[in-house]
């Protein structure tokens, strides 16, 4: 069991460590360029079909937290079961359903997908550790009154409007170009007309909902 190999002051520092390296990631973005879709260099590894690349990079977070619940004494409580299913949802769409969407023939450098994949397996081991295993070990009553207080339905109601407006959005990429167009274009309609990134920013709204739902700190670091 997870709670069986790492203890809580274990499980803690993983916490700072994630939050330590996002705030590098944070940092170094501004100075580095990400190396791929348009910033796209070799440098960083050969190309991968974006589709493959795509789901050998989430897949690894999808696999990770199933295993997690599956293996876990609490699978069946209804919190860390919803907060589950909300997660999956997410990244069944990204892994499985996002990259047969893609149009054209778009590559991706190998050490970004296997950033990308590290990165989930962490994501997941961290979610998926506090919802089935810390949380049942160290804090049994932690969601027992959890559907009386108003941030479980906050979060949801913050994550549905993430994960439609990362829908829309990505639908808006993806009906840029024509059959043969290999131009760039500027994205517009729906929440671009608010911001540049509208799919990242539905994204990063799905886990700001996810964090206030879960109300633990691996959702805020997340």
């Given at each position: 069991?997870?709670?069986?190999?790492?203890?809580?002051?274990?499980?803690?520092?993983?916490?700072?460590?994630?939050?330590?390296?996002?705030?590098?990631?944070?940092?170094?973005?501004?100075?580095?360029?990400?190396?791929?879709?348009?910033?796209?260099?070799?440098?960083?590894?050969?190309?991968?079909?974006?589709?493959?690349?795509?789901?050998?990079?989430?897949?690894?977070?999808?696999?990770?937290?199933?295993?997690?619940?599956?293996?876990s004494p609490a699978k069946f409580e209804v919190?860390?079961?919803?907060?589950?299913?909300?997660?999956?949802?997410?990244?069944?769409?990204?892994?499985?359903?996002?990259?047969?969407?893609?149009?054209?023939?778009?590559?991706?450098p190998v050490s970004i997908?296997?950033?990308?994949?590290?990165?989930?397996?962490?994501?997941?081991?961290?979610?998926?550790?506090?919802?089935?295993?810390?949380?049942?070990?160290?804090?049994?009553?932690?969601?027992?009154?959890?559907?009386?207080?108003?941030?479980?339905?906050?979060?949801?109601?913050?994550?549905?409007?993430?994960?439609?407006?990362?829908?829309?959005?990505?639908?808006?990429?993806?009906?840029?170009?024509?059959?043969?167009?290999?131009?760039?274009?500027?994205?517009?309609?729906?929440?671009?007309?608010?911001?540049?990134?509208?799919?990242?920013?539905?994204?990063?709204?799905?886990?700001?909902?996810?964090?206030?739902?879960?109300?633990?700190?691996?959702?805020?670091?997340?």
């Open positions: 069991m997870f709670s069986e190999l790492i203890s809580l002051e274990c499980y803690n520092i993983f916490l700072i460590v994630m939050a330590v390296i996002a705030l590098f990631v944070f940092v170094a973005l501004y100075f580095v360029e990400a190396g791929y879709g348009y910033l796209f260099n070799p440098k960083y590894g050969f190309p991968v079909p974006n589709k493959l690349g795509w789901v050998l990079m989430e897949s690894p977070v999808f696999v990770v937290m199933a295993i997690l619940w599956w293996l919190a860390p079961l919803l907060l589950f299913a909300i997660f999956q949802t997410h990244y069944f769409q990204r892994s499985f359903i996002f990259p047969m969407l893609i149009r054209g023939n778009s590559k991706m997908m296997l950033m990308g994949a590290t990165f989930n397996t962490l994501n997941a081991l961290m979610q998926g550790g506090w919802l089935f295993f810390i949380v049942p070990e160290y804090f049994p009553d932690y969601y027992a009154d959890w559907f009386s207080q108003p941030y479980i339905y906050i979060g949801v109601a913050v994550w549905l409007f993430g994960f439609i407006t990362n829908l829309q959005s990505d639908y808006i990429i993806r009906h840029l170009r024509k059959p043969g167009d290999k131009k760039h274009y500027i994205p517009y309609g729906g929440m671009f007309r608010y911001v540049s990134s509208a799919n990242y920013f539905g994204e990063f709204m799905e886990w700001v909902g996810y964090a206030i739902a879960s109300w633990s700190v691996a959702g805020v670091v997340f």
